[in-house]
């Protein structure tokens, strides 16, 4: 009777520390799911964020380009364009694009590229050459800037 009594002990003690560790083991799993979800959520409303802080540098680095445009428009001197300004857009996009959204770098890039060249143009002189290498690099930066919108679109539903 007593080796009975010893084994369904045994089989006691075994039952309540195999409940104790699947209790330990449900818990945790469910705190580490938790965490989980809680981290992927973070990083979607971090992903959100620089995403539109990625459209609005967008933007007011064209403006620039716009307003330059414009201003020669007016015959004002190309000679005065602050470059600093424009470098420094032109690189925190980069950053960005690089850092965050590697399917976009390519075009990116490409817009950049063109941009620069597009800025460069109008420190030039007003000769024909000049403008019409100005109206050309002007189409191609319109082309690149639509390009890369579309890419920002075709992945809005990613970060947004």
């Known amino acids: 009777m007593e080796t009975f009594l010893q084994s369904e002990t045994l089989v006691t003690a075994m039952i309540a520390s195999g409940s104790a560790l699947f209790g330990v083991l449900v818990s945790q799993s469910i705190g ?47 000679n005065n364009i602050d470059t600093a300004e424009f470098d420094e857009k032109g690189a925190k996009i980069e950053i960005i694009t690089v850092l965050y959204f590697s399917e976009l770098t390519t075009d990116c890039e490409d817009f950049l590229t063109v941009s620069r060249q597009f800025f460069l143009a109008h420190g030039s002189n007003d000769s024909s050459d000049d403008i019409y290498n100005r109206e050309a690099l002007k189409v191609r930066f319109n082309e690149a800037f639509d390009k890369l919108y579309d890419q920002i679109k075709n992945h809005i539903s990613d970060y947004t």
Do not use: A, P, W
Not at 32 to 40: A, C, D, I, Y
């Open 32 to 78: 580490f799911l938790k965490q989980k979800s809680e981290h992927k959520y973070e990083r979607q409303v971090f992903l959100r964020q620089k995403y539109e802080e990625l459209l609005f540098r967008i933007i007011d680095f064209t403006n620039i380009l716009k307003t330059i445009s414009s201003q020669l428009s007016q015959e004002e001197s190309g």
